[in-house]
């Protein structure tokens, strides 16, 4: 009991060296391990500072009673009580388990307070589960980390004050204290990876290794450090790049293989993609190799996108389903456009633009079928708009996406690219008018 307390206390305080925290919350669950924390936390860090916070996932027949029973159990240890339930829909490619695991701490970062520190009950055999199944699916650095200690989280922090405490520790301090928890018959459901593990897997190494759980802590902490050092190599080769989401394909090639697929994993992440696992990224290392000036390469993963244009990366997220051939919409003044490419307005300008009356006639709106010819405003002479393009540099990927205006049969806007000369010069009389288009994928 007091060796559970001691190392708890450090866990605890290793949290608050990290951040200053306004009050606790708890992830609980109304199992073991999240209930020896939450009457821990009561008896160590005072009522009135932790909140227990349930998600109810709806997946199990008995759901609902285990929200009674934890709802039951806070008032039991004098602590406030906060619960939400989600709903579950499987995403192709992804687990249930991952997808509810995502659901639940999102769900977990709406719930938290400004500044509010949230603890799990994640302890030191859930980190030895955590580490071999990234190892059994190919993880590197970043991955085999583990479970990390303590992070930024949603508002505030989230921390596991018990990564350093076995299951062993925990399941006879919760007998001494004589507590009641919730026993989840799908852990038993051998289906499951980490329940494979958990009962086929690690008794064995545990037999064979008995401190094989130690050593994968210490491991875990070890690949933290190289990802740290890592991280600060990013940092330093990221500092030649003006914009992650635009990067200079010679600049990327002048560095070794390592510390490109370092740097792209940096860049996509800061971007807020999802980052590609290693057949992925190793891919798109590659094309950085093709050097054709008509080389147009393209990698995709899911949540994001590399392409190769004109000596330069473009990182984005997956373009949307684009209109169906052979689209028309409207645009007027009171009635901007909506689409997947984007959104046009009309409004005033403050000098040339196009003349009140083609405007009074309102606009269709089509994307480029091929052979379209344009004159924009002030130019000597009409080409073909994949020329105007072409020589703008718009990107490839983006020019069947760019929203062209029609008064009739003729073309007198590409977005907010250009208008056509004719339609702009057409009237003098009353005020002039501008297109915006706005809400679409960088186009250069």
Known sequence: MEQFLQKLDHGLDQCSRRADF??????????????????????????????ALHINHGLHPESESWVEHCSQTAAKFGIAFNS???????????????????????????????????LTAHHRDDQLETVLLRLL??????GLRGISPNMPFGP????????????????NCAGLWGLNWIEDSSNRDQSFDRNYLRSEVIPQLQQRWPGVAITAGRAARQMAAAQELLDFAAVIDSSKVESPARVSQAYLRGLSQ?????????????????????????????ALDVTRPDAQTQVQWPGGEGRIFRGQLYLFEPLTTASAPGYEGRLEISKPWQGPEGRLELSQADGVGLSEAWV??????????????????????????????????????????????YCDSMLVAVGDLWLSDEACKAGTNGPSWQVTWTDHPSID
């Open 22 to 51: 306004n009050g606790i919350g708890v992830a609980f669950s109304g199992g073991l391990d999240s209930t020896l924390l939450l009457a821990a936390l009561a008896r160590s860090e005072g009522r009135s500072r932790v909140r």
């Open 84 to 118: 939400r339930s989600i709903d579950i829909t499987k995403i192709a490619g992804q687990s249930l388990e991952a997808v509810a695991r995502q659901a639940r701490y999102a769900m977990l970062a709406e719930l938290m307070e400004p500044g509010e520190l949230l």
């Open 137 to 142: 699916r190919g993880s590197g650095v970043k």
């Open 156 to 171: 505030g922090y989230l921390a596991r004050p018990m990564l350093e405490i076995s299951k062993d520790e925990i399941r």
């Open 258 to 286: 390592s510390r490109r697929g370092n740097l792209l994993r940096y860049l996509i992440g800061g971007l807020g993609l999802s980052v590609p696992n290693a057949a992925q990224l190793n891919q798109l290392i590659s």
């Open 360 to 405: 009074a006639k309102g606009f269709t709106v089509r994307f480029r079928t091929g052979g379209e010819r344009f004159k924009p405003l002030d130019s000597a002479h009409s080409r073909k708009l994949k020329k105007w393009l072409q020589l703008a540099g718009i990107v490839p990927w983006m020019r069947q996406r760019i929203p062209l205006l």
